[in-house]
T-cell receptor, first 114, second 115 residues
Framework: QQQVKQSPQSLIVQKGGISIINCAYE??????FPWYQQFPGKGPALLIA?????SEKKEGRFTISFNKSAKQFSLHIMDSQPGDSATYFC?????????????FGQGTELSVKP | AAGVIQSPRHLIKEKRETATLKCYPI?????VYWYQQGPGQDPQFLIS???????DKGSIPDRFSAQQFSDYHSELNMSSLELGDSALYFC??????????????FGPGTRLTVL
């Protein structure tokens, strides 16, 4: 059973466009929601993370929107660039109660066309 | 900035052999997590350590064991290897187990191929 569901599985965006990836979770004990970027053969790199006490967090071109009542969160990549082409994973963890292990979504393969 | 170091980066083993993967966390990080990532799949949590003690356990086969040493590096020992163990194995380190500051930073991974 996938505790964190991510969509879409793949996404093609034109350069300069907005990439949007969505995630949903079931476990209300989750209290930490990071996004990771992974290039082929590399380790996941932490992009941005949010905690449930805020509804939005922005860092550069990356924004997380969080809807606690709907148990959903999303990543927006503004002004998408070809260098953003990678696989993106959302994740969730119950860091205060369960030692911090992360449960990952299935991943979204993003391709930004020049 | 220093990152998580994993060795070896690539490992090829035969079925039923044993493998040892090593992880060196970021300096002053005392928490280590191990994840397994199959081809085209998301990382799956295996096991974690905080201050040299096992803190959590996930879908780790009984054939696998791990420990964290006094210098905080960690080793994942895998015995009786099976074809299905072929995957990328990531180690992540965090400055604290749970609570504020729990950001996990991943290493480059060890690609294990079992023939």
């Amino acid at each position: 059973q996938q505790q964190v569901k991510q969509s879409p599985q793949s996404l093609i965006v034109q350069k300069g466009g907005i990439s949007i990836i969505n995630c949903a979770y079931e476990n209300t004990a989750f209290d930490y929601f990071p996004w990771y970027q992974q290039f082929p053969g590399k380790g996941p790199a932490l992009l941005i993370a949010i905690r449930p006490d805020v509804s939005e967090k922005k860092e550069g071109r990356f924004t997380i929107s969080f809807n606690k009542s709907a148990k959903q969160f999303s990543l927006h990549i503004m002004d998408s660039q070809p260098g953003d082409s990678a696989t993106y994973f959302c994740a969730a963890g119950a860091i205060y109660n369960q030692g911090g292990k992360l449960i990952f979504g299935q991943g979204t393969e993003l391709s930004v066309k020049p | 900035a220093a990152g998580v170091i994993q060795s070896p980066r690539h490992l090829i083993k035969e079925k039923r052999e044993t493998a040892t993967l090593k992880c060196y966390p970021i300096p002053r990080h005392d928490t280590v997590y191990w994840y397994q990532q199959g081809p085209g799949q998301d990382p799956q949590f295996l096991i974690s350590f905080y201050e040299k003690m096992q803190s959590d356990k996930g879908s780790i086969p009984d054939r696998f064991s791990a420990q964290q040493f006094s210098d905080y590096h960690s080793e994942l020992n895998m015995s009786s290897l099976e074809l299905g163990d072929s995957a990328l194995y990531f180690c992540a380190s965090s400055p604290i187990a749970g609570g504020v500051g729990n950001e996990q930073f991943f290493g480059p991974g060890t690609r294990l191929t079992v023939l």
